[in-house]
């Protein structure tokens, strides 16, 4: 039986190639996102800096707005609404709609208030960041926390229709963590032999290796360290449930593993990188002073160098000269390339650039977002399916399992995911909403809306559309029945009290004029 150390070992020799041209990537932008797969000292690597820093400007800028785009913070990705074939086959009233609408928007916000309260946005920032530079990024959600595990920590393979198949990872954990789960042949072994065969101490760390594999509608995983599999480490989860989520940026056909963005102006990159370099050490070659003494001179170079600012030494001007770099031009070339190079970079990596001035206004810097950000809409597509999909669905199986949240039926209700530019979750609705009452207005009349348009169920529609929870807020129907029929019993009162206080008058009037004079 293959282990998962040599299926780990097999399936490794697939990914290098991946792997060098990744760590190519993050010498010319980020070094530390990605090191080699041997590299596993606990003492800091000193990493050579880019002579530029576009790059690393580059994979932090378009990260963030992956992320922010993916999972924006005061707004939701998702929403959750009822199945179209499922109204029609169940004839569902629509009063029955709008109540269900509510309360989705009540785990909508539910869900957004547990996604807040964890730690998962800095792990997805982290993974975009591996996805921008690396092109891949391997994701292990468990019940209270989200992991990231980065190219050289994971191999994985694939189908023809790029489903994952397979999966191992590699980790690091110390010792006395793995003893308890190894069988009894394997404890009398860890404290005598090393992973590489020779005799190590208690107190260092082992390769554990976790094999994923799919098995039919399910995913399959154990644990496994020096050759023996650990106790109780087997788990398994539905494929609509799985906590292993293999992220790729972009992809080529038949390839297990993705394509950075970095890899793709990899040219760029390095000519920035060395003309980068040769413009600063060309600039430091150039401001250095170098002074030359003729020979048969008289003045010696000891008393030059020594000479203090402003003294007066013996000697021919003629006979002393400084040497300097003519290189002006070429400095001015290299400049403008740079300048050029820098500025593909930033379309690439979607850098704004606002223009400084005192005539930008808010709403052209908001349309240069909205712009830029609409370029990103392409590459949200494969992270829809591969990401948001997976992690909305193992989230929201763990809150109903906490019973965080109702038990919501799959045949009737689908979660949409909303990314990009308009991942303002139901937010879209309430637009549509205002759009189509602008246009009854103007189409046909302001009084249409009040001879066609039921207020209640609109007023009940934007409250959901925007997540607010209109219980206790928007009076019900019954409610405005009360209000008018008081409104009606008070208008009779005072008309009643107005009637006996004319009539209160006129017998006023009345006594008065029989009183004798």
């Known amino acids: 039986m293959e282990t998962a150390k040599g299926r780990y070992d097999y399936l490794r020799s697939f990914r290098d190639q991946y792997l060098e041209t990744a760590i190519e990537a993050a010498r010319l932008t980020i070094p530390y996102i990605i090191r080699q797969d041997d590299e596993d000292s606990k003492t800091r690597t000193n990493l050579k800096t880019p002579w530029q820093a576009s790059g690393a400007r580059g994979v932090s800028a378009l990260a963030a707005k992956l992320m922010l785009a993916l999972m924006p913070p005061q707004t939701s990705f998702f929403k959750l609404q009822l199945d179209e074939a499922q109204l029609i086959k169940n004839d569902i009233d629509p009063q029955v709609k709008s109540d269900l609408d509510l309360s989705f928007s009540k785990i909508e916000r539910t869900i957004n208030e547990m996604i807040s309260a964890s730690d998962d946005r800095v792990v997805v920032h982290q993974a975009m960041k591996h996805l921008v530079v690396t092109g891949n990024a391997l994701l292990f959600m468990d019940k209270d926390q989200l992991k990231v595990y980065p190219l050289n920590r994971y191999v994985v393979d694939r189908d023809g229709d790029g489903n994952v198949i397979e999966i191992v990872t590699r980790e690091r954990i110390h010792r006395s963590l793995v003893e308890p789960k190894l069988p009894a042949e394997a404890k009398r072994k860890v404290n005598r032999v090393g992973d590489d065969g020779e005799t190590s101490s208690y107190n260092d760390d082992i390769d554990v290796y976790t094999h994923v594999k799919r098995d039919n509608n399910r995913m399959i995983w154990y644990q496994e360290s020096l050759g023996y599999?650990?106790?109780?480490?087997?788990?398994?989860?539905?494929?609509?449930?799985?906590?292993?989520?293999?992220?790729?940026?972009?992809?080529?056909?038949?390839?297990?593993?993705?394509?950075?963005?970095?890899?793709?102006?990899?040219?760029?990159?390095?000519?920035?990188?060395?003309?980068?370099?040769?413009?600063?050490?060309?600039?430091?070659?150039?401001?250095?002073?170098?002074?030359?003494?003729?020979?048969?001179?008289?003045?010696?170079?000891?008393?030059?160098?020594?000479?203090?600012?402003?003294?007066?030494?013996?000697?021919?001007?003629?006979?002393?000269?400084?040497?300097?770099?003519?290189?002006?031009?070429?400095?001015?070339?290299?400049?403008?390339?740079?300048?050029?190079?820098?500025?593909?970079?930033?379309?690439?990596?979607?850098?704004?650039?606002?223009?400084?001035?005192?005539?930008?206004?808010?709403?052209?810097?908001?349309?240069?977002?909205?712009?830029?950000?609409?370029?990103?809409?392409?590459?949200?597509?494969?992270?829809?399916?591969?990401?948001?999909?997976?992690?909305?669905?193992?989230?929201?199986?763990?809150?109903?399992?906490?019973?965080?949240?109702?038990?919501?039926?799959?045949?009737?209700?689908?979660?949409?995911?909303?990314?990009?530019?308009?991942?303002?979750?139901?937010?879209?609705?309430?637009?549509?909403?205002?759009?189509?009452?602008?246009?009854?207005?103007?189409?046909?009349?302001?009084?249409?809306?009040?001879?066609?348009?039921?207020?209640?169920?609109?007023?009940?529609?934007?409250?959901?559309?925007?997540?607010?929870?209109?219980?206790?807020?928007?009076?019900?129907?019954?409610?405005?029945?009360?209000?008018?029929?008081?409104?009606?019993?008070?208008?009779?009162?005072?008309?009643?009290?107005?009637?006996?206080?004319?009539?209160?008058s006129v017998d006023q009037q009345a006594a008065a004029a029989q009183t004798p004079q």
């Open 229 to 504: 599999r650990l106790e109780k480490s087997f788990s398994k989860a539905p494929l609509d449930n799985n906590p292993w989520i293999a992220l790729r940026f972009n992809t080529v056909d038949q390839e297990p593993y993705g394509r950075g963005r970095v890899e793709e102006y990899m040219g760029d990159l390095k000519s920035l990188e060395a003309l980068t370099q040769a413009i600063v050490e060309g600039s430091a070659a150039a401001a250095k002073v170098v002074f030359v003494v003729s020979p048969s001179s008289t003045t010696k170079p000891q008393t030059l160098a020594q000479a203090g600012n402003g003294a007066i030494v013996q000697g021919r001007p003629d006979d002393i000269g400084v040497v300097q770099v003519g290189k002006t031009a070429d400095f001015q070339t290299a400049q403008a390339m740079i300048q050029s190079l820098e500025s593909r970079i930033s379309d690439a990596f979607l850098i704004l650039n606002v223009r400084n001035s005192e005539r930008t206004t808010a709403e052209e810097v908001r349309m240069t977002q909205q712009e830029l950000e609409s370029q990103l809409g392409g590459l949200f597509s494969l992270l829809t399916v591969e990401f948001l999909v997976p992690y909305l669905n193992r989230k929201m199986n763990t809150l109903q399992r906490t019973q965080e949240i109702p038990r919501i039926p799959k045949d009737l209700v689908k979660p949409t995911i909303v990314a990009g530019i308009n991942a303002i979750g139901r937010g879209q609705d309430s637009d549509a909403l205002t759009q189509f009452m602008t246009t009854i207005a103007q189409t046909i009349g302001p009084e249409a809306i009040m001879q066609y348009i039921n207020s209640d169920e609109l007023i009940k529609r934007y409250a959901a559309a925007q997540g607010i929870d209109y219980l206790n807020l928007v009076k019900t129907q019954e409610q405005l029945s009360q209000e008018s029929e008081q409104q009606q019993m008070n208008a009779m009162d005072m008309e009643l009290a107005k009637q006996a206080s004319s009539f209160a």
